[in-house]
């Protein structure tokens, strides 16, 4: 049995629609993930600074290898306009083996396909 490069599931949030596009193509394009889902219109309740707020955001779901994880937060620290943006990764224990070897090949493969996004 060979064994499986471990996958994450990486969330983070994003003010409104095209900011998260913009942030996908930027991961994509520097193959720090290998697919991206943007699930609008979340709303969102929290404290910040000692005060109660609540906004509508849109959610990236972002499927990435383990091993790129450092440079995966890396850029959505430098590429994200919120001061601290939400940056979650939890590791997925199991999952359709040829996907999970897709994510971990294909977010591995040398950059160059930037003009093709």
Do not use: F
Not at 5 to 22: H, K
Request: overall charge negative.
């Amino acid at each position: 049995m060979t064994q499986q490069a471990e996958i994450l599931l990486v969330q983070t949030t994003c003010p409104d629609t095209e900011t998260a596009r913009e942030l996908t193509k930027k991961l994509l394009v520097q193959r720090l993930a290998s697919c991206i889902n943007l699930i609008e219109g979340i709303e969102s309740h929290y404290l910040w600074e000692g005060e109660l707020k609540q906004g509508t955001e849109t959610l990236m779901l972002i499927k990435a290898p383990a091993a790129r994880y450092q440079a995966l937060e890396a850029s959505i620290i430098q590429n994200h306009p919120y001061e601290l943006p939400e940056i979650i990764a939890v590791s997925l224990s199991g999952g359709l083996p040829a996907y999970l070897n897709w994510v971990a090949t294909s977010s591995a493969a040398k950059a160059g396909a930037e003009g093709a996004l």
